[in-house]
């Protein structure tokens, strides 16, 4: 029997390549069981359930996340089940397969490239007792040699493949479902595993569209793109979001998209889609010229800003956006130009990446130009190069450790929005800079903290700043964690007002609120707070009040947190 296997980073995940080969086994009619664990399952516990089915093979999907891990089950594997032929495949293995077998005697084959047919040819030599000597895209091994058998060319029609899905449903568990329409990328940037393939090869919109129907009918939450550049035919693109914006149910589909290739046919259809249809994450990595040039990525940053400018207007689509820090020829000057311009576009979520010289990428091979030092292990991540120290990528994980935190969590928007304002109007980089350098000072990088004490250490940081107004931080504060925290008492140390007769005053305003609306207690789960100034004015929530001792705000929780004025 055959096991196909993998360690998925989390949970939520799962595997493409892994439908692809059951695709393959069902062809071919082998027994086999798909088995998907996580990096945060024991080792020991993985290698048990493997071992009770005691297969005859077992292949297992390899990638930065998961080859350290995959590799002890591997071992233990070899030990207590001596007779099973053991293959691996995947980005990880699949570049210096020779060395990976000496250095990891236990392992049997490596398929390498794209394994679809390779693992066909390899399946049915193995059932027929035949040799692998003429099976291209694999390497193994002849007694004590290692073989390299020649490269497999690429699929060019690449509907010989398999279907993934569509002839076995995926489960609608809550995970995430992976799916390609296309291999290969147009830009060839030179950190990416794409660009070790020239050009692009597109399934037909048939196959997709019956893919696609087939996960959306199983009750499939989130189905995630992973072509690299998945509108680089433009009007192929708006074609396939067309298809799916016309199918029923609640499935979120996420793609990478070249913001910049978006016309205008494109965002006139996008104004109609429903909020929650689409999420685009879109690769900036840097607005440094030299540095775009030196890793071949070619994108117009002017019309990629507009078309952005135009998908916030709409408001229906969630945005993420990425950039790189180690690139070639990006300083730390230039770093915070581009987090500052990218953090202007006002995303939903922005992620800041470090440099992963992966096995078998331009930039890795060519390394030694920028005098990279970089992690020799997965996930290879940069060091330190000629335009960034090892302290300057230091800080610069402790400021990617606060922007998770504070921007996007979006549990501290409209604190955030007016500090970016007032105190550091035109610099947000300078913001997380100094919160960096306050973290480091009072030793907090690396800590475990409850979500509350987030808004205290802000509140503190705040306060300790020259020139500003602590109680205008702190209230805004106040704010962010009432919206965000229905049901926790705001920290003592955020000093929260209260009127007299405070908790009187709130329970009639609800009982009568709750006969005029009946249900208004269940429904809307209210809560009452008080202000000492003018807060949604300050917030940019609503028109500046008539100046009063107190401000009262009712907070409604529905789908959206709602805010009004009351008196008590």
């Given at each position: 029997m055959l096991i196909l296997t993998t360690l998925n980073s989390q949970y939520v995940h799962t595997n493409l390549a892994l439908k692809y080969l059951r695709g393959v086994a069902l062809k071919l009619g082998e027994p086999f069981v798909l088995m998907e664990f996580t990096i945060n399952e024991s080792p020991d516990e993985i290698l048990w359930r493997i071992f009770q089915h005691r297969p005859e093979m077992v292949a297992f999907s390899c990638y930065i996340w998961n080859i350290q891990d995959t590799v002890k089950v591997m071992k233990?594997?070899?030990?207590?089940?001596?007779?099973?032929?053991?293959?691996v495949g995947g980005p990880e293995v699949s570049y210096d397969s020779q060395s990976f077998l000496d250095e990891h005697p236990y392992v049997?084959?490596?398929?390498?490239?794209?394994?679809?047919?390779?693992?066909?040819?390899?399946?049915t030599a193995w059932r027929a007792g035949s040799s692998m000597e003429g099976i291209a895209g694999l390497t193994w091994r002849r007694d004590r040699e290692i073989i390299m058998n020649p490269d497999r060319p690429v699929f060019e029609n690449l509907d010989l493949?398999?279907?993934?899905?569509?002839?076995?449903?995926?489960?609608?568990?809550?995970?995430?479902?992976?799916?390609?329409?296309?291999?290969?990328?147009?830009?060839?940037?030179?950190?990416c595993l794409s660009s070790t393939l020239r050009g692009v090869r597109f399934f037909?919109?048939?196959?997709?569209?019956?893919?696609?129907?087939?996960?959306?009918?199983?009750?499939?939450?989130?189905?995630?793109?992973?072509?690299?550049?998945?509108?680089?035919?433009?009007?192929?693109?708006?074609?396939?979001?067309?298809?799916?914006?016309?199918?029923?149910?609640?499935?979120?589909?996420?793609?990478?998209?070249?913001?910049?290739?978006?016309?205008?046919?494109?965002?006139?259809?996008?104004?109609?889609?429903?909020?929650?249809?689409?999420?685009?994450?879109?690769?900036?990595?840097?607005?440094?010229s030299e540095t775009l040039s030196k890793i071949n990525r070619r994108q117009d940053l002017r019309r990629l800003a507009e078309n952005l400018r135009v998908l916030q207007r709409i408001g229906n689509i969630r945005i993420h956006l990425d950039l790189i820090a180690g690139?070639?020829?990006?300083?730390?000057?230039?770093?915070?130009?581009?987090?500052n311009w990218t953090y202007g576009l006002k995303p939903d979520y922005l992620q800041l990446g470090f440099l992963k010289l992966l096995k078998g990428t331009a930039i890795r091979q060519q390394s030694e130009q920028g005098d990279y030092l970089f992690k020799d292990y997965p996930p290879y991540e940069v060091l330190s190069n000629r335009w960034l120290s090892f302290g300057e990528i230091s800080f610069l994980k402790v400021v990617e450790?606060?922007?998770?935190?504070?921007?996007?969590?979006?549990?501290?928007?409209?604190?955030?929005?007016?500090c970016e304002a007032t105190v550091f109007p035109g610099n947000p980089f300078g913001f997380y800079q100094s919160l960096?350098?306050?973290?480091?000072?009072?030793?907090?990088?690396?800590?475990?903290?409850?979500?509350?004490?987030?808004?205290?250490?802000?509140?503190?940081?705040?306060?300790g700043l020259e020139g500003t107004n602590s109680n205008e931080f702190r209230q805004l504060l106040i704010l962010d964690f009432v919206i965000n925290n229905r049901n926790l008492n705001i920290p003592t140390e955020l000093e929260r007002m209260q009127i007299e007769k405070q908790g009187t005053r709130i329970k009639g305003f609800l009982a009568d609120r709750e006969r005029k609306m009946p249900g208004f207690r269940n429904r809307y789960r209210p809560r009452i707070e008080v202000f000492p100034l003018d807060i949604l004015a300050l917030a940019g929530i609503s028109l500046q009040e008539k100046e009063s001792p107190y401000y009262l705000v009712l907070f409604t929780y529905d789908e959206d947190v709602k805010l009004e004025y009351i008196n008590l």
């Open positions: 233990n594997l070899r030990k207590v089940w001596p007779e099973v032929l053991m293959v049997d084959l490596v398929v390498r490239g794209e394994g679809e047919k390779t693992f066909e040819e390899l399946l493949i398999p279907l993934a899905y569509g002839t076995e449903n995926p489960a609608a568990d809550g995970r995430i479902v992976y799916y390609e329409t296309s291999r290969g990328c147009p830009f060839n940037c030179s950190y037909t919109d048939e196959r997709i569209k019956h893919e696609i129907k087939a996960m959306v009918t199983a009750g499939v939450g989130q189905v995630k793109f992973v072509d690299r550049s998945f509108n680089c035919r433009p009007e192929r693109a708006l074609e396939i979001m067309r298809f799916l914006a016309e199918l029923p149910g609640q499935t979120c589909f996420h793609f990478e998209i070249m913001a910049d290739l978006l016309d205008e046919e494109t965002l006139k259809f996008l104004a109609t889609v429903k909020p929650g249809l689409f999420q685009f994450e879109i690769g900036v990595q840097s607005t440094n690139l070639p020829e990006e300083n730390m000057d230039s770093l915070v130009k581009s987090f450790d606060l922007l998770q935190k504070y921007y996007n969590s979006r549990v501290f928007s409209f604190t955030l929005k007016y960096a350098d306050y973290w480091i000072r009072k030793d907090l990088v690396g800590r475990s903290l409850k979500r509350e004490r987030l808004y205290i250490f802000l509140f503190q940081f705040l306060s």
